[in-house]
Each structure stands twice: as C-alpha cells, then as structure tokens.
C-alpha cells in the first residue's frame, strides 16, 4: 500500500484512531519513535524544551503521563504555568503531533505510588542522584553515590529514589496533526472541550 493510500489520508476517524494507536504503543515499544516527544514549558522569555518518554496514555480520560525529578527545574516552571505542550515526530510514519496541554503535578499520591511501583531497578538510578539535576558541579559527574553508577544498590536502597520521584500528568486540551505526502500533505486540529472538534487546517 502507497503512503497516499492510508485510510487516514482525509478521514477524521481514522486519524484519531491513528495517532492513538501511536501513542499507546510507544509507552511499550521502546523502539517506537513516539516514545520519546519533546516536553516544552516556560514562562515568557524562559521558555524551553526537553526528551521525556512517555509512560502512560489514556484515550478516554485524554492524558499523557511521564516521570521526573521533582527538584527538576521544569517543575517550578510548571507549576507556575501549567500550559505545556509535547511534541512528537516519526519520520518513518511522517507524522508529527502537537499536543497542548495542562500539566498536573503528582507527588507522593496513588498516582506516583502505582507508577513507581513499574519503575525498574535501572530507572530508579536516575532518582537517585545527591543533588538536584542541573546542579553546577566542580568535576563532570552522574551525580550519583559509586553504589548507584555501579548498578550496586539492591530494591530496597531504590527505595529512596521515591523521595525524589514525581509524575507529570499532561491532561490534552488539542492535539494537531500534520502527515506528509507527496500528493499533498494534510493537517487537522482535534480539541478536547466538552465535545471534540475537529477542523481541517491548511498544511
Ligand atoms: C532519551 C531521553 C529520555 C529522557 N526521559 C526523561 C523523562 O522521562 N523525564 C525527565 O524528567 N527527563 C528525561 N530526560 C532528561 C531531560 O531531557 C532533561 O535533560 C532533564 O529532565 C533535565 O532538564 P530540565 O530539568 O530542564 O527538564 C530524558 C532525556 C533523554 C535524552
């Protein structure tokens, strides 16, 4: 089948259900290039964009989920406006997705609590560093104790990671869609309000 011919080309549904599908893969597929989206927050002229990977989606409640370091300056800056957006492109599918949204701090809640129970040994190492991330350091570092960098630390020393974990929901306010083509690239805007709109954009 040609790219051209994909039953998403002009069809509203099948793009929803698309880029669902795209998403809810990805928190499994470590291969998947939406997997890993850039997270951007600010507040005027400190603006910023950073990798997370994503590791919850949910289709019907509209959210995305992915973890961090509380002391991470990102949480600040959420928490004084919670107006974000993500970004993702895969180039093998040619599609990019702008997602805005509303980002929602999790901390030591049921939320956390389920997320970090999933959280593997190798993960928790990055919960784990001394100081907080982005700390200026006088040598290049990991910030972790010799234990840590050498994966010497058992599931119950991780346990200490959680101090310092945290859970950004991003609650979707309107995902944009953009596929290319060489036939003719097309572009829509879904927004979530109290029912979906869809409106088909010039590319
Ligand atoms: C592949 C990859 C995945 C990453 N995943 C995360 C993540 O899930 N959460 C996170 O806070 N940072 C993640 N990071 C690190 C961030 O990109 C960033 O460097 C870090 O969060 C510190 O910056 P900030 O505090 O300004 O956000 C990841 C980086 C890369 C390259």
């Given at each position: 089948m040609s790219q051209e011919q994909v039953s998403y080309y002009e069809d509203f549904n099948e793009i929803e259900k698309k880029?669902?599908?795209?998403?809810?893969?990805?928190?499994?597929?470590?291969?998947?290039?939406?997997?890993?989206?850039?997270?951007?927050?600010?507040?005027?002229?400190?603006?910023?964009?950073?990798?997370?990977?994503?590791?919850?989606?949910?289709?019907?409640?509209?959210?995305?989920?992915?973890?961090?370091?509380?002391r991470s300056t990102k949480i600040d800056i959420i928490k004084k406006n919670p107006s974000c957006s993500l970004l993702f492109y895969g180039k093998k599918e040619k599609i990019q997705l702008r997602i805005k949204v509303k980002s929602e701090l999790h901390y030591n809640d049921d939320v956390t609590k389920t997320s970090w129970d999933k959280t593997g040994h190798i993960s928790r190492k990055c919960y784990l560093v001394t100081n907080a991330p982005g700390t200026e350091s006088e040598k290049p570092t990991s910030g972790l104790e010799s234990k840590f960098d050498n994966f010497d630390f058992s599931k119950e020393e991780s346990e200490k990671g959680y101090e310092n974990f945290c859970v950004i929901k991003c609650k979707i306010k309107s995902i944009e869609w953009l596929y290319l083509a060489a036939k003719g690239h097309r572009r829509a805007l879904i927004e979530f309000k109290k029912s979906k709109k869809f409106t088909w954009l010039v590319p």
């Open positions: 880029l669902w599908s795209l998403l809810i893969r990805a928190v499994n597929d470590r291969n998947s290039e939406f997997r890993t989206p850039v997270f951007i927050c600010g507040d005027k002229d400190n603006l910023d964009g950073r990798v997370v990977v994503i590791r919850k989606v949910d289709d019907k409640n509209y959210f995305i989920q992915f973890h961090s370091d509380l």
